[in-house]
């Protein structure tokens, strides 16, 4: 539009602020913060993630984008007092990609741009280095070639290990200026080879080929793969940053690393991190050569170190967070180059919240938003248990906690096929690099021989919460012929199984036995989170989940069956079950009588069956409502089809066929044939069950309704205090509802008067058939609870058959963006939740009083708490293991935390 001001595209590091990582993305937003601060970073300028959009949208940069860049270079030139390129002495860039969400290692970085025939001489007489220079130059090319004009990375890789064979060594370090002329030669050769140009000679040209190349690596195979399990949006975008370079490389008085205020692995504070000395940035999270841990830098240089210290301190005071760092000495010159709010392990972040609340840097409230139910499950996990008849093989770094069993195997395109088999792999890698992602995935743990704890694959596997070993260097990892052997000649091949303890860097051969967490024994209520032998995570656990349920407006209940099922769950902080399926109760003996009430012919002979499932009904409950005394228990009349408790059809087909033709006839197989027949349905999720049954099969729900309140009034005579709701499941029809609700309130009045006694359970439906939803303002007429099936709901509102949809076809749905998570698993808003909230609607306008709550998976799905706690449910009910995520999840709604954390 004319007139209006032209679009930003580019901000000086001065210009930005942390809080701008959607804009600058979240390295560009830290680099500004740390800059405001008034630390030592390079300057430099940041790209917006619009402008990577607009490039996506329209395969071209903005118009105004040319000017913008060449205004900011001119003042990051002025600020060095060089230009871009300059023969004589040329200021060198580096071009980072830089997204709001972190993604690791997964988009393009080109380092050392501006350097060309000529100006590698100027950097060469202005360093005193002719080997720095010529080495720079080299990097250059390759890390161009491959990410800018797309050459096959091997053909650089080869290219330079034949001038290392000429020379007799294995290592970069050993060969010199005029060797590395020799490689830049070859190099070049490459690049006309595959392009049919030059490697490009104008600075600007390389700059903003490069710019460009970042942009378009948002798009590469790998990012998409992490954004999709990292459920990052795929339209965000990242920004670009152009920093000056400076120099790990120029010597021993030269370095880089990488530092975290805390131990991100365990949350223990002090000083953590790895430095490599003479080395480039990327050297040390690519694991090439091995690093020394960062204390060791007081003793290369004491200056460094105590400034990187007090900046460490300073980061973590003003983020209010464990921080992580990366920085670079130049000649004894302290560089910031990023710094960002760590990730870390499940247990660290408890233990970190909870020393920053003792610290006074944060909150209560703000210590909840800092964990998630993710993590809490983690956390739950068996962990292994010393011993057992495992041969350990080696102890590398414990980079990522947690317990992996599987089969060894070298690649990740194997651990893939593996996994598809359904087989368990760990992938030993000697380093992975981003292209290993897809294994990695797929692989229960990762196990490799070099680099620290900050190498590519600690820092994936940790956000992943994978289970993690690095540089186990012991290992002989030979992945062309896919085995590795250990000290003392152990040779594991591919495909044999090996254990690895990502807490304590354990390596076994076999299968190491595991154990119940502490977190688990502190739910179960064998360890006291107060006593003085507690461990502090089992502590940080139970103040955090202690300050969620003060702050939650949401109930947890539980899913459950068993009376032990029902007990431990209770345990496990449930108040209450919201879902007693009935369905298991007529498997096993019972099957009989079941078969029974299915072939009566006449009233008696179906009493006779129902007379004599009651009792054990009766009992299932009795044994179930003791479990939660004094808390609701929601039990659900039988929901299934009733074929499913009868044979199978062909099977019984088959067998009365062969006892015909052997000439034995037998009535009862032939009645029990002729019925199975009758109810053989093509689409039985949509056939006889739910309420339809109960409406259909004379008997049934008056037998279950009786157990209930026989039950229930048992328990009163006992001293208990029973509390049972009434569900009928399917209801898409208040008349439904209505004429079951006759018949029970007709058989509660009954057992009362027997009994003396006023237990007049709650009656209710459940909502997951979409016609229930849209008439809910009807159904709650005669509903005194609605508790949402979002199982039934989901699958009948995209029409997806729940049983058989995840495994045939959802791997593509997913491949293909349609979702980026099966809705089975985490609710879909748009969809299935918008049913929810006219449910939800209808409902209180015809009853405020109406209770409100949810018992499919979902109630145990973060994001899906989330979700229920807007749309103003009362409570969820998930699988007991799943109830203190939910309870966290329910606190963490409540405190308007990010939903699928931060
Ligand atoms: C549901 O449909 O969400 C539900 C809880 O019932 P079920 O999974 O037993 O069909
Ligand atoms: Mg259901």
Request: hydrophobic share 40%.
């Amino acid at each position: 539009m004319s007139g209006s001001t032209p679009t930003k595209w580019v901000y000086d590091f001065s210009e930005g602020s942390k809080d701008q990582k959607d804009l600058l993305g979240g390295k560009g937003a830290n680099l500004a913060e740390m800059t405001n601060l008034g630390l030592p970073v390079p300057p430099g300028f940041t790209i917006t993630t619009d402008a990577c959009r607009f490039y996506l949208e329209h395969g071209s940069t903005p118009e105004e984008l040319d000017a913008q860049v060449s205004e900011h270079l001119a003042a990051l030139e002025r600020a060095m007092g060089k230009t871009l390129g300059d023969p004589a002495d040329p200021l060198l860039v580096s071009v980072r990609s830089g997204a709001a969400a972190s993604m690791p290692g997964m988009m393009e970085t080109v380092l050392n741009v501006g350097l060309n025939d000529a100006s590698v001489e100027g950097l060469a007489r202005q360093s005193g280095s002719d080997r720095f220079a010529w080495d720079s130059y080299r990097r250059l090319i390759q890390m161009f070639g491959k990410t800018v004009l797309g050459i096959d990375g091997e053909l650089f890789d080869d290219a330079l290990d034949a001038v290392k064979a000429e020379q007799g060594t294995e290592s970069d370090l050993d060969l010199d200026a005029d060797h590395l002329r020799d490689v830049v030669g070859r190099y070049e050769a490459i690049v006309r080879e595959h392009t049919g140009r030059d490697f490009p000679q104008d600075p600007r040209e390389q700059m903003d080929l490069a710019i460009n190349a970042v942009f378009d690596s948002w798009n590469a195979e790998r990012a998409i793969l992490y954004r999709r399990r990292e459920r990052i949006p795929s339209d965000a975008g990242t920004a670009v940053n152009v920093v000056a370079m400076v120099f790990g490389n120029l010597g021993m008085d030269s370095g880089t690393g990488v530092a975290f205020t805390r131990d991100p692995g365990s949350g223990e504070q002090g000083v953590y991190g790895d430095y490599l000395q003479n080395a480039q940035g990327e050297d040390v999270v690519a694991g090439i050569r091995n690093t020394v841990p960062l204390p060791d830098l007081r003793q290369i240089d004491e200056g460094a170190y105590e400034e990187l210290l007090g900046i460490m301190s300073r980061l973590e005071a003003h983020y209010r967070d464990l921080c992580d760092i990366e920085f670079t000495v130049e000649r004894n010159k302290l560089w910031m180059l990023q710094t960002r709010v760590g990730k870390r392990t499940a247990a660290a972040a408890f233990r970190i919240a909870t020393q920053l609340v003792d610290e006074g840097l944060i909150d209560m409230d703000e210590a909840v938003r800092r964990v998630t139910g993710d993590q809490l499950a983690q956390l739950m996990f068996p962990r292994f248990v010393s011993g057992g008849d495992a041969q350990q093989l080696t102890q590398g770094m414990n980079a990522s906690p947690g317990a992996a069993v599987g089969r060894a195997v070298f690649s990740a395109e194997e651990a893939v096929k593996w996994a598809d088999r359904g087989e368990k792999v760990v992938l030993v890698r000697r380093e992975t690099n981003p292209d290993d992602l897809a294994g990695m995935i797929a692989a229960e743990g990762v196990l490799t021989s070099r680099g620290g704890k900050t190498s590519h694959a600690a820092v994936v596997a940790r956000g992943m919460g994978k289970t993690c070993v690095c540089g186990a260097e012991e290992l002989q990892v030979d992945t062309k012929n896919r085995r590795f052997s250990a000290p003392g000649g152990t040779v594991v091949e591919e495909g044999d199984v090996i254990s690895i303890d990502g807490s304590t860097g354990r390596v076994w051969l076999g299968e190491v036995p595991v154990e119940p967490s502490s977190v688990v024994r502190y739910f179960e209520g064998e360890i006291d989170p107060d006593a003085d032998d507690a461990d502090d995570l089992v502590r940080s656990v139970h103040r955090i989940l202690a300050h969620a349920d003060e702050t939650r407006t949401l109930d947890v209940r539980t899913n459950a069956d068993t009376p032990e099922d029902a007990a431990r769950a209770r345990r496990f902080g449930a108040r209450g079950i919201g879902l007693c399926r009935t369905e298991h109760m007529f498997l096993g003996d019972r099957r009989r009588l079941v078969e029974k009430l299915i072939l009566a012919e006449g009233d008696d002979e179906r009493q006779a069956a129902l007379d004599g499932l009651e009792p054990l009904q009766k009992q299932d409950f009795l044994e179930i409502f003791e479990a939660m005394d004094g808390l609701p228990v929601t039990v659900r009349l039988l929901d299934p089809p009733l074929h499913e408790f009868l044979p199978d059809l062909t099977e019984l087909s088959v067998r009365v066929a062969v006892a015909e033709a052997e000439g034995h006839h037998d009535e009862g197989q032939l009645r029990l044939l002729a019925a199975v027949r009758r109810m053989h349905e093509e689409n039985p999720m949509l056939g006889l069950r739910g309420v339809r049954l109960g409406l259909v099969v004379p008997g049934l729900f008056a037998m279950q309704v009786r157990a209930i309140v026989e039950a229930a009034c048992e328990r009163l005579a006992a001293g208990g205090d029973p509390r049972p709701e009434i569900m009928i499941p399917l209801v898409g029809a208040v008349q439904e509802l209505e004429a079951i609700r006759e018949e029970a309130d007709r058989v509660i009045t009954e057992v009362q008067e027997q009994h003396g006694v006023d237990v007049r359970p709650l009656i209710g439906t459940m909502i997951e058939v979409p016609r229930a939803a849209l008439t809910a303002g009807e159904i709650a007429q005669s509903a005194e609870f609605f508790s949402f099936g979002t199982n039934d709901l989901t699958q009948m509102t995209w029409g997806f058959s729940r049983d058989d949809v995840e495994s045939a076809f959802f791997h593509q749905y997913l491949d293909k963006g349609i979702f980026g998570v099966s809705p089975f698993e985490s609710l879909d808003r748009d969809g299935v939740g918008r049913l929810v909230e006219l449910g939800v609607e209808g409902g209180r306008a015809a009853r405020p009083d109406l209770k409100l709550g949810v018992c499919g998976e979902h109630g145990g799905d973060p994001d899906s708490v989330h979700f229920f706690h807007e749309v103003g449910l009362d409570y969820v009910s998930c699988s007991p293991f799943r109830v203190p995520v939910a309870r966290l999840e329910a606190g963490r709604a409540a405190l308007g935390a990010e939903r699928a954390g931060g």
